[in-house]
């Protein structure tokens, strides 16, 4: 996902010991970290080595690192091997096996890394998604999520065995404008082109639980609250479930702990999402950021319907007040990245 891209930019530096040769940083006791974070799935694996950032430019701005030069493969149990671009470019071509065990091994700029064997597990299907209104009495009546939905994944648990899972989701929405302008000091918005162009808003948050005490029971697990308002006037969301390994379950469960109420996974110091299952060969000691996660998964959509009448419940209004453009004939490309895309959504409903 574009998290995954994107994740060296966000990571908040601090001070840790490391043997690792690194790049000195301007700032004051600030060192920079290497960043080892794969994902295996059926259906796509992809790993990104990288430095995390380590320097301000003269004008305040962050310095972003030259990678590191590097190699990075996977080993399975039958000791067959498959290279990856450490770029974290997703490769379509490699589809995870259910109960197939995965190594990941990368060098870096000279060094050495593995990563513990982990195996992926099964993933369970999620059986409907669930939109129930609720209003929130604690907020205020003007707050945007006082009248909403609560989303509830509800799947079957795989009864006899200790199961973790996670939850992520994205929100797909029609992108009206694609650039703006300003003409005497006005703001106008551009339309796109073309027509067809979506925004995407992902997930910022860590969701994860573990079948303790629920072991072969139905579950029910609340993925998102959306407002109760327009537009969009049909609420596009889609739903992933995962199946973790152990040792990723405890280190996503960790960041959940710390991000809950806070903001999202990137807002936790550096520290404190030290890689859990890959080591340097030759000097264990060294910290490095990041997760080896091997996984398998189910998702589901969910069109909400913001056009219902809900009693005693006013639909709020979230729409772009801005002016178009002045000039009929002024459009901005729809240009494809993390946050829009021009490939129609899965059941995208007009």
């Known amino acids: ?77 039958q000791g067959n091997r498959y290279s ?27 060094q050495s890394y593995v990563s513990e064997k982990e195996t992926m597990r099964a993933c369970p299907e999620i059986d409907s998604l669930t939109p129930n209104y609720a209003r929130e009495a604690f907020r205020s009546p003007d707050d945007l999520l006082y009248d909403g939905f609560d989303v509830y994944a509800h799947f079957q648990d795989k009864p006899n065995e200790e199961n973790f899972y996670q939850w992520d989701w994205v929100h797909y929405e029609r992108t009206e404008a694609c650039a703006f302008e300003t ?3 006005i703001v106008y918005k551009i339309p796109c082109t073309p027509y067809d162009c979506w925004g995407i808003y992902p997930n910022p948050r860590v969701i994860v639980q573990s079948d303790l005490l ?12 959306v407002p109760y308002a327009a537009p969009p006037q049909r609420y596009y969301l889609r739903v992933e479930q995962r199946s973790l390994t152990p040792s990723v379950f405890a280190y996503q469960k960790s960041l959940e702990t710390q991000t809950q109420g806070s903001g999202s996974i990137f807002d936790v110091p550096a520290q404190t999402k030290l890689n859990p299952n890959v080591k340097n060969i030759d000097d264990p000691s060294e910290q490095i950021l990041g997760v080896f996660n091997v996984f398998s998964s189910r998702y589901k959509i969910l069109i909400i319907n913001m056009q219902q009448s809900i009693p005693d419940a006013t639909l709020k209004s979230t729409a772009n007040l801005i002016p178009w453009t002045p000039s009929p004939l002024l459009q901005a490309e729809c240009v494809e990245s993390a946050t829009r895309t021009l490939i129609r959504p899965e059941g995208w409903v007009d």
């Not at 998290?3 to 990571?11: H, P, R």
């Not at 629920?214 to 609250?225: M, Y």
């Open 84 to 110: 990856f671009d450490p770029s974290g470019v997703k490769d379509n071509n490699f589809k995870g096996i259910v109960g197939e065990t995965y190594q990941l091994f990368v060098t870096a700029d000279g």
């Open 214 to 225: 629920r072991d072969g029971a139905s579950i029910a697990k609340k993925v998102i609250r």
């Open 1 to 77: 996902m574009p998290k995954f891209i994107l994740f060296f930019a966000f990571v908040v530096i601090l001070e840790a010991s490391c043997q690792y040769p690194v790049r000195k940083s301007k700032l004051p006791e600030l060192q920079q970290f290497l960043v080892i974070n794969a994902d295996l799935t059926e259906q796509y694996g992809r790993v990104l080595v990288s430095y995390t950032l380590s320097d301000l430019s003269p004008q305040g701005g962050y310095v972003f690192p030259l990678p590191p030069v590097a190699t990075a493969y996977v080993e399975d149990s």
């Open 183 to 185: 003409i005497n000091n």
